[in-house]
């Protein structure tokens, strides 16, 4: 029987703290934390994110605003916009939200954010914090992951913990969280893939983490007997929306699964509520 890993009760728990301490700083200090999130250009899945963003933001007392660049700006001129915001002492976090127009280079823009108000831990100098597991801020989604793996009560050291997508964002930093906790980690990816040798590492796993966004990349089968398994995939299938994990086979074998939508999805808003925060923190 397994147990359904779900987000949002981790969240809410995260939320109330943080709600708690910023109310606490405004009382000290009389300021609190201002999340600026910058889109180019009219984007409806931005706009979901947005939504979330400042619901989650503001039910916490952390001020949001969201500055609407327009689609046809040039690259210098968004740079100036960054420009700007690293020296507006108002400021205490910024997010890029994805995607944005062709002939926009996101990475140079992620790269132009000061590491001190990097919303997303994407900025090199916060990834490479990481590596000696020195931080205040992570890429929001692979801390998600980490946030459910804590709450399961598993202890990571020496356990075989497969990671399956190498992404920037996702795998690859979530690979060095796991190995500061002295996980046995194995990172699978698309050469993993074309070898046909993903079978064989998934069923090693007694720890899961796929975030690959392919329907049903991993079959439930492969799932080894008691396993944690955490979905991060997020993938549109006619109506519905669904993992990357065959969820109703897996979840036979599972331990712990999380539900997609439902698992590492309602957390992510909150850790980049919770780097925001931390960010602010730091400059009080
Ligand atoms: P991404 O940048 O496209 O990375 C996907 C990774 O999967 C890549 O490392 C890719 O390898 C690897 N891959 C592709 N096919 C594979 C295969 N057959 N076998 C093994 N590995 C394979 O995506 P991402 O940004 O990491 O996101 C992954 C999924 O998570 C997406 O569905 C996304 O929507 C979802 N997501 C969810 C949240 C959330 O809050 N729940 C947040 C972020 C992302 P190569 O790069 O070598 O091709």
Redesign the pocket.
């Known amino acids: 029987m397994f147990i359904l890993l779900e987000g949002k009760p981790i969240a809410e728990k995260i939320k109330t703290a943080l709600a708690a301490e910023i109310a606490m700083l405004k009382t000290k200090h009389g300021k609190s934390p201002k999340l600026v999130a910058l889109q180019i250009g009219d984007n409806a899945s931005s706009a979901v994110y947005v939504k979330a963003q400042k619901k989650a933001a503001e039910s916490i007392g952390i001020e949001y605003e969201l500055k609407m660049l327009p689609q046809d700006l040039s690259q210098s001129e968004v740079e100036n916009v960054i420009s700007d915001l690293n020296k507006d002492i108002s400021t205490s976090a910024v997010i890029l939200q994805m995607p944005v127009p062709k002939g926009i280079d996101p990475k140079i823009l992620v790269n132009m954010i000061a590491p001190g108000k990097d919303a997303e831990g994407m900025h090199p100098e916060n990834l490479g914090k990481i590596l000696s597991g020195q931080y205040r801020i992570a890429p929001c989604?692979a801390m998600?992951v980490m946030e459910l793996l804590e709450s399961t009560g598993i202890k990571l050291y020496g356990k075989e913990v497969v990671v399956?997508?190498?992404?920037e964002?996702?795998?690859k930093p979530l690979s060095i969280m796991l190995l500061n906790k002295f996980a046995t980690t194995t990172v699978?990816?698309?050469?993993?893939?074309e070898r046909g040798t993903?079978p064989d590492h998934v069923k090693r796993a007694e720890v899961l983490i796929v975030?690959?966004?392919?329907a049903g990349?991993v079959k439930g089968e492969w799932i080894k007997d008691g396993a944690i398994v955490i979905d991060?995939?997020?993938?549109k299938v006619g109506d519905k929306i669904v993992g990357?994990v065959e969820f109703e086979s897996a979840a036979k074998k599972a331990s712990y699964i999380t539900p997609v939508p439902g698992g590492?999805?309602p957390l992510?808003t909150t850790i980049l509520m919770r780097n925001a925060m931390e960010q602010f923190k730091a400059k009080l």
């Open positions: 989604t998600a399956v997508g190498h992404s964002i996702v795998g699978c990816h698309i050469a993993t893939g993903l975030a690959v966004g392919k990349v991060v995939g997020i993938n990357d590492v999805g992510t």
